[in-house]
Each structure stands twice: as C-alpha cells, then as structure tokens.
C-alpha cells in the first residue's frame, strides 16, 4: 500500500491447535478489521480448541469454475449441443490443460435455457485462487466449441453460472474453490469454564439462531453467525480477493451434544484462496503468508490447501466464541463497549 493510503490493523491470533493431513501444528492467524473485538473473541476460540484438543480440519475437494453462455439458433439446436458436448469431455480436458500446466478438468455441467447454452468449467488450479486461469482456459474451450459447432454464437465467457462473487446455491453444491470441514470436539468442563455455557445450551441457541433464523430470514446455503468476519479480516490480511467473502460466508454450523462435549464443525465449501497470483506478491501479503508457512517448496496446490485449512479454523473460533457471548446475555455489547473504546489504537497497521 502506497503511504498515502488507508491501513487497517493487523494482529495475529494465536496459537490455533490444528489437526489434520494439511496441518498438524500450532499457527497463528493474521486478522486485518477495523472491528478489534473480533480478535480477543477469535483468541478466545484459539484458547478454548486448544486446550481440547485441537481443530480437525479437512480439505475435501477443490476446483474453480467459470462458465462459457453460448447462443443457438433454437433451444432444439442448444440441447443437441449440449448432449454432444458432454461426449466429448476428453477432448475438452485436452484442451483446458493446454492453456496451463496446473488447469485440469474436474468437472463439466450444462444448462440449456431457451436458445442460451450455459457451460460450467470447473478446473484445479494448483496454488493460484484461479480466477485469470479459468477465464484463459475458458475462452479456449469456447473456441474449440464454436469451431465444433459453428451455430453457436458468443454471448458472454462468464456467463454467471460460474457463480463467482455472488450469493447462489450452485457453488454449494458443485464447488468453488475450496471446500474445507473444521470441527472441534470441547469437553463440557471446558464449555462452562471458558465460555460460560454448558454444550445444551449452545447447540439450543445454534438450533434456534443460525438454522430457524436462517431459515426465517431467507439464507441460501448459509447457518453461521459471521464468517464473513473472520474470513474478511483473514483476506485482506493475505492479499485475497476480498469480494469472494460473498460466496466464502456462505458456510454451515453443525453443533451437537455429544459423550460430555460439544461438537461444532464449522462447513466452508467455497474457500476461494491462493498463494500465488495478484495481490499476494506485495510485500506485506508476501510477508503474512511467508510466516503462515504457505510459501514453501511443496506439491502444487499443497500452499494453497494449508491457507485454506487455517482461514477455516479461524473462522471456527471466532464462531464458538461469538456464540458463547450470545449465550450470555448482555456479554456481547460489553465486549464491544470496552474493547471498541478501550483498544482502537492497537494492533499495527496492513502496510
């Protein structure tokens, strides 16, 4: 950032206690907001996973999309098209993995409406987020396409079915980006004593907040109290594409009482991050990713999957920790009151 701009404080929160086949070792997060409360109430997360245990993370699939609108003459003639194309997917990988050594097909979906032909791509793209990757592979399978099929005509190499930076269900079900699981298992010793709620409680006011007022208010694909938060405040802190919050915050929250403890997964199917690519070769978002240990030497995508692993345990923390406030009336605006008038001038500055 140039010195005459705008800076947004950092801190890194931590430790967080990660388990799984991407991470398994303590880290720190790097959180840039102008809402300081949101990094005493993701420390407290940090705290409390910790001393149970640990975050279990999983990344269980990863792919970007971008989808191609063609036209027909007819919606006779699209669905010829469509049906033709599917057959021919081999041909199609082919010629996606020309445009990049990282772009592989992973999946390939179509959508004919009326005379429009909607054509999803959906690619790996190693460490990069994908988005330039999958447009440039993008306009070559639509040229191959037309060249195939001259009836078709170009409308659009992005024609919203992708769905990139905007709230859809398609995204939930067929992925983009990438799809991470952190779960938690907190003893009832551990609830009541750090967050001041026995596990009933908090799975009562899941049940009735996030999922019936989810519900009420019309959410798609969405049961969380604030991803958005957390996921925010960990893009900007490692040079993201900030606008894919709106796609990232749409995430669920399983809570249960279980065996003495507290279960709570934290869902997060549309992680769209990178390690490589714009934004993350500035010195500040080099040097935030250099300490989260995504800049290594490691198989293609393997950085990429270890940032996704630690934005999704972050994410975790900050929503058991703001659902054991809710839990305890009053707890929430105190915290804001005090932290917000008292801490404004902490933490340095994104530079």
């Not at 609108?69 to 990988?93: F, G, K, Q, T, Y």
């Not at 445009?99 to 009326?114: E, K, N, Y």
């Not at 997060?268 to 390690?275: Q, R």
Request: charged content about 20%.
């Amino acid at each position: 950032m140039s010195e005459d701009s705008a800076s947004i404080p950092l801190r890194w929160i931590g430790p967080i206690r990660l388990i799984g086949p991407e991470v398994d070792d303590e880290v720190f997060a790097p959180l840039a907001t102008l809402e300081t409360p949101l990094w005493p109430s993701v420390a407290r997360g940090a705290r409390v996973t910790a001393r149970a245990g640990g975050i279990r993370a999983v990344v269980v699939d990863e792919r970007m999309a971008r989808s191609i609108l063609l036209e027909a003459p007819d919606a006779s003639a699209s669905a010829v098209a469509a049906a033709a194309l599917r057959s021919r997917r081999e041909e199609i990988a082919d010629v996606v993995a020309r445009t990049s050594r990282f772009a592989r097909l992973v999946g390939w979906h179509d959508q004919v409406i009326g005379s429009l032909l909607f054509l999803r791509l959906e690619i790996t793209t190693g460490d990069a987020a994908g988005h330039n990757m999958v447009t440039k592979a993008a306009e070559a399978v639509e040229r191959w396409v037309r060249a195939q099929y001259p009836a078709l005509a170009h409308v659009s190499v992005s024609g919203n079915y992708c769905c990139d930076k905007k709230v859809s269900a398609v995204n939930g079900i067929l992925g983009r980006g990438r799809y991470v699981v952190a779960e938690a298992r907190v003893p009832t010793d551990l609830c009541r004593t750090l967050l001041r709620a026995d596990p009933d409680t908090l799975v009562r006011l899941h049940v009735r907040k996030n999922l019936v007022g989810s519900i009420t208010a019309g959410s798609l694909r969405s049961a969380n109290a604030h991803f958005a938060n957390v996921l925010l405040a960990f893009y900007l802190a490692t040079g993201q594409d900030a606008a894919n919050i709106v796609e990232g915050s749409q995430g669920i929250v399983h809570a249960d009482a279980r065996d003495g403890a507290l279960y709570f997964s934290c869902t997060l199917p549309n992680l769209v991050v990178g390690t490589t690519g714009a934004g993350k070769n500035l010195p500040w978002a080099e040097a935030n990713l250099e300490r989260l240990g995504c800049r290594r030497e490691r198989p293609a995508g393997a950085n990429a999957r270890r940032l996704a692993v630690i934005a999704a345990a972050a994410v975790l923390c900050g929503e058991l920790s703001l659902l054991a406030a809710l839990a305890n009336e009053g707890e929430l605006m105190r915290a804001h009151l005090r932290l917000e008038r008292g801490q404004q001038k902490e933490g340095g500055p994104l530079q």
